[in-house]
């Protein structure tokens, strides 16, 4: 068993060094080398459940976590239209009538950029890969730094970066052999693990020797967008394109469905929601802000791994992790493994109604497990949520699962352990949002909640006459002791005995810590 203090392990890797352990075994393929990362770079071992004090009280859970994906072959029809490596997927569009299917062959396919016609579907092989970086050579050495001449990118600069990455704004990355690279905002802060840019000059500063080694610049903003509806694409490899901070390297129009893809290492996020979208079956990690994110009613997240997203360095507190779908309408979030990610794991906010949050694995979020805020109707059913919110410093936000100027919602059949909170409803009455801004109408029923996984309970600013009314709490399995003081009520912790007198909870049962399911 491994005993992680908080404050290590990934509160400690910075972006560029989360990529460099990975990239390696990314390109190459899931092997032993992956779980060498997975035990050194997370410091997680092989129990399923570690935690030691931090000297605060705070403890940090650290679960060990394989990567589960697998890529399948697609089906492939004999019509197909076949794109080599090198040739343009555009030029092959507009050539072809609306509906036509292209497989782009085995290969790297850089610098591509399509906009597709309505019904159209690319298909990729066992090793197709669409980059949007570009190679760079020809470098010249002043004094200890290389310089690589008329690099001129204009990439929209959006977000809000944490203090360590001030350049997560810039939407270009450079790589070193696939290894990200931390990009700096002066010549004078370059050494061997940093890069800068002079937008005047075109003039790109190097730290490290490039001779021997393939330097990458990402340069375009996006593999595939445009307005065309009912758009598929399948088994393809997407990499390093400079989307900004809220965009996507797939921006995906109506009725699009995606299937079986792996997008990693693209700069702001991997996929931007659509209307009707639906992502299955696919791996989206080591984006800059983002696995997917955006609005749209209808759309289905379903099967999906989601992992290590948020290494550009953007803040959590303004938009990173897993996912973030805004405005939402009856979005289906289900069967998804959602792990590792800097910020919350599966997020919706902003006016969002109908959402179901159902059978998800969501774990070692630095921020929320599930976070449904200032929103309409939730389902949150079936999910196992355990080792999140430990990187969240803000009292209550670090919850498994945290409800908060939402409702109606039922909480129901979850198991959730050793989060640094457990499940929290939250209210802020100076919030506002389309559904009326109150935590209203939640029920949290039949859920295994581990006593150390934190705490469980409200807070805000909606009347204590409210619990046991419009939100209820009844017939969930509680595992620890009754004498532990792990419930909230606004300003009050309570033990067991004392929490069933205040917030009823009938039907709800404490039984031991080691019986948990």
Known sequence: MYIEPIGSALG????????????????????GRWISFILVGFMVATSCVAAQPDGSGTTRVTVAIEPEWSRTEANVPPSAIRIP???????????AEEGSVFLLESGLHRLQQVEPKNGDTFLGEEGTVLSGAQVLDEFRQEDDLWVHDGVMVA???????????????????LFIDDELIMRVLSVEDVDESSWFLDPASGELWLGRDPADHTIEISVLPFAFAGEANGVTLEGLVVEKYASPAQRGALVTGTGWTIANTEVRFNHGQGVRLGPALTLRDSYLHHNGQFGVAGAGPGAQIIGNEISHNGTAGFSAFWAA????????TDLVLEGNFVHSNWGPGLWTDGG???????????VNNEHAGIKHEISGGAEITGNHVEGNGFGNSVDFRGAGILVRESGPATISDNRVLGNLDAIVLLHQDDRTNDTGNRLTGVVVTDNDIAFDGGRVGYIGDVSEDDLGEDIVFEGNRYYGDESETVFVVKGKTLDFAAWKETAHDNGSVVEARDSFP
């Open 155 to 173: 990439g929209e600069e959006r977000g809000e970066c944490r203090t360590e990455f001030p350049a997560c704004r810039l939407p270009e990355d």
């Open 352 to 362: 969002g109604d109908g959402t179901v949050y159902m059978n998800n694995r969501v």
């Open 12 to 31: 400690r890797l910075p972006p560029g060094d989360l990529a460099a352990r990975i990239a390696p075994v990314t390109f190459l393929g899931m092997g």
């Open 321 to 328: 992790g897993g996912t973030k779908f805004l405005h939402v």
């Open 85 to 95: 490596a090198g040739s343009s997927i555009q030029d092959a569009v507009d050539a």
